[in-house]
Structure formats: structure tokens, C-alpha cells
Nanobody, 127 residues
């Protein structure tokens, strides 16, 4: 069974950067699409970014395009979310997730389509 552990969250001023990591263990992580979601207080969890199993396809929510970059290193079983030009509205708990469908280039956008989840890491952006 796949286990996911996020790290890299923290407190940063607006305009700053953070890099989140998602370390996976167990299962065939390198053959699966993965995504980053976030949930702010009082709001629903939303899709932020996704990457296909081989890194060839990426997808972003409009609000982070040009600021966030998702990537993965299958040799290290780790995925990343580089977040630049952070804004206070990016404040949320960030989760990584894996969709267990193998070798797909279709990145799911809904959280119900993901099968494994990390525990989340808090990102707080101060004004």
C-alpha cells in the first residue's frame, strides 16, 4: 500500500517561495499520476496541480499558473511542488495524492479520483 508523507510547509511572507515534497513508499508510485490539493479553513479542498506518471503532462489550477511548478523524481519516489510569488490566498493545508490508474496521461482534477493521500502540510503566507 502506498504511503505518502508531505514536507516543506511553513510560514513565509508574501512574494516568498516554498518547495513542498511528497515522499512515497510502497506500491507502484512511479507508474501513477499524482496531484497536489489544498484546503483553506472553511473552504472545500481544491486541485492545485497534477503530473502524469512519467512527468510528461502537467496541469494547474488557473490561480497558480506561472507561479507553481509540479515535478517528480521517480528514482527517489518523490514529487515536488515549487511555489513562488506566494500570496496570502495560497494559505492552506497542502496534500499530495496518488491516482492508482497506471500509465495514464489523463490527470484527474477531482479529489474523489485519487486513492492515496498524505497527512498534509501547512502553508501560511503572511501579507
Amino acid at each position: 500500500q502506498v504511503q505518502l508523507v508531505e514536507s516543506g510547509g511553513g510560514l513565509v511572507q508574501a512574494g516568498g517561495s516554498l518547495r513542498l515534497s511528497c515522499a512515497a513508499s510502497g506500491g507502484t508510485f512511479s507508474w501513477c499520476n499524482m496531484g497536489w490539493f489544498r484546503q483553506a479553513p472553511g473552504k472545500e479542498r481544491e486541485f492545485v496541480a497534477g503530473v502524469s506518471w512519467n512527468g510528461g503532462v502537467t496541469k494547474y489550477v488557473d490561480s497558480v499558473k506561472g507561479r507553481f511548478t509540479i515535478s517528480r523524481d521517480n528514482d527517489k519516489n518523490t514529487a515536488y511542488l515549487q511555489m513562488n510569488s506566494l500570496k496570502p490566498e495560497d494559505t492552506a493545508v497542502y496534500y499530495c495524492a496518488v491516482n492508482k490508474k497506471l500509465w495514464s496521461n489523463l490527470i484527474p482534477l477531482r479529489d474523489v479520483e485519487y486513492d492515496y493521500w498524505g497527512q498534509g502540510t501547512q502553508v501560511t503566507v503572511s501579507a
